[in-house]
């Protein structure tokens, strides 16, 4: 029944011990969490609810990368990113984690981004008397003499308990003897060093050899011990130990001191002669060996020196065990304490992580914006370990301290412009407070991503261009062109053209764009006599979300060519073709016989009609005048003149390619009677044909003069609003001195009639609409029927 109870109980500990999670406090002023947990306990045992302790929402761990930062190794816990929850990640042994240290704490960060949110976790190692006390050796043997006074006292290995606090060696227990008894010295540290003491003196001739057994405990429930067997041999008669010149000794030792460095001298002497009074030095039984390996003890000078390298951040105070002996054959010992304190010299630099990075940032990220979480740890202490940590000022960046020491963000104090700067390099430089300075840098690159805030510009606005009459339809006419400053698909322009329903875009629905590069086609082709000018408007838009666009006008000018013929307005008969019949007294002097009119559509030099006899019957009766048509006799009619004569009268144009028409005058010679009749039959006969002529003129004028105007019009506003020069556009050559336009009047009945012709001079400027009219005149004369 008691083995019963005993086996429940030992089932229902090693449950407790596996199963026991306590959390400890919330500390405010460090900011942190602290859990406690027992060592050995299996993989996956929960150790506490980070999640609901911290107040997060459950949710979003896992879209916010909830994760544990603990350097280059593997963690000893792990989060679950879905219920928050801290699990161990492996089996822990606290001996191995934290050196038999008081208190064993692990200290993790816990991260998660957009927005970035660090938190510190503590997880304190809780020790379970999983190790029992050993001693170095199983057997020790001790020479003692005879002659040893009651009270003398022989130092002893101490026993080790890898457990910590409590669970380490509390107590030394001495197996039954009438001669021997037990002192334990407590040197800290869970330190416990047992000493025999002699009680009563020792017979050798009674008892040669004593056997001991020592027992350690250590403070668990229930304890755990372990035994080391001490045969004491007893001696003859080397009475007098070595004694020290000194109680205590202390010594101070830079760290990185040289090999071979003294660090003390010890001197012991003793009171016996020979070989009894001859001391010898030794390291003490406890002495470790991490102390062994840094320092040596000459034997025969009782010098330390420095045998191995001395770091501070390693050990910062040794305390080392002396031993004198002499040689007698019952060798008599005394220890002393040999305390080294260790100098901390600044020979380390500062180390800087960087534990969250964010590499592409966001043009539009406003100022604060956290970049990067930097760590910065120094291993010297006090002044050498204080660090101070600075990025370069011109930069758009800061580096603020956090509330955790050695602590940084690194953050933006500024907007950003990927169009001006889209690469930083920003060099973190860390400098300790030790004399001379250490430093450390470490590099962050950091891009800036575009954010689409630039639109479209145009290369010009607004665009001009000048295109010939009659282009081929469906051909490239002019091209636009627009440059978006942003990057990627945000400076992917597509070009459209504006069609609403607006005067400015009339003839928008005759053109087409390439969306690609801005290349314009017409749909039709144009003509300079009906269409002289016209704007639109084209629509740049880049491909950013959302996306952003501007517009552009672009006004157009239709250049005139030479694609009209002129056209003969007198003589014209009455079946439409340019034939007339003029009837002259033979008996009239010399002077004006009659007038060819024409008129040419075109403008400039298209339009700038001359005039040619092609075929006449007596080149010495009649002369024509190039520029007004004027048909003239050269002398008078002589009897022997014919009475008929034909004139053929080519009038063309000045283009490149001339165009051309031709007019037939018939000139007949009547006698004086004849030709006062005729004159009366014609006069009636011509008033009907000059009323028809007149009213085809006057629709004729009128359409063209309002054409005209509406073309004046809008090159005094385009004129106003942009100083574009527009002289001799058409100008072919400018070595003509004449006046732009000219007149020339004749009479026909009752009507006086004015043709306007174009003529070109140096400096003229030649606007659309400016092309041939026929003008009506009012009459101011009285007679009727004369030719002027």
Known sequence: MEQRRRQTWGVRTKWILYLMVFVLFWSSASGQFRYSISEEVKEGTVVGN???????????????????????????????????????????????VCDRGKVCVIDLKTVLENPLEVHYVAVEILDVNDHAPNFPESKAELEIFESALAGTRFQLQAARDADSGSLSVQQYKLSHNEHFGLEVKDRGEDRKTPSLVLRKPLDRESVKTHVLILTAFDGGKPPRSGNMTIMVNVSDVNDNPPVFTQDSYTVQLKENSPLGTTVIQLNATDLDDGSNGEVVYSFGNDVDARARERFDLNPVTGVITVAGIINFEERGRYEIDIQASDKGAATLKTDKPVIINIIDVNDNAPEIEVTSFSRALPEDSKPGTTVALISVKDLDSNLNGKVMCYISKDLPFLLTPSLQNNMYSLVTKQLLDREQQSHFNVIIVANDAGEPSLSSDKTIEISVSDVNDHSPEFSKNPYTFYITENNIPGMTILSVTARDRDDGSNALVSYLILRDKGEENMFASFLNVNSENGNILALKSFDFETLKTFQFQVVATDSGTPSLSSNVTVNVFILDQNDNAPVILYPVSSNGSAEGVEEIPRNVNAGLVTKVRAYDADIGYNGWLLFSLQEVTDHRLFGLDRYTGQIRTLRSFTETDEAEHKLIILVKDNGNVSLSATATVIVKLVEPKEAFATSDVKSAAKDDEDNDVTFYLMITLGSVSVLFLISIIVLIAMQCSKSTDYTSKYLQETNYDGTLCHSIQYRSGDKRYMLVGPRMSIGSTIVPGSHANTLVLPDRRRTSGEHT
């Not at 816990?77 to 001996?95: A, M, P, T, W």
Request: charged letters at 35%; hydrophobic letters at 30%.
């Open 50 to 96: 980070i999640a609901k302790d911290l107040g997060l929402d459950k949710a979003t761990l896992k879209e916010r990368g909830y994760r544990i930062v603990y350097g280059s190794t593997e963690p000893p816990f792990r989060v679950n990113q879905h219920d928050g929850i801290l699990y161990v990640n492996r089996k822990l042994d606290r001996e191995e």
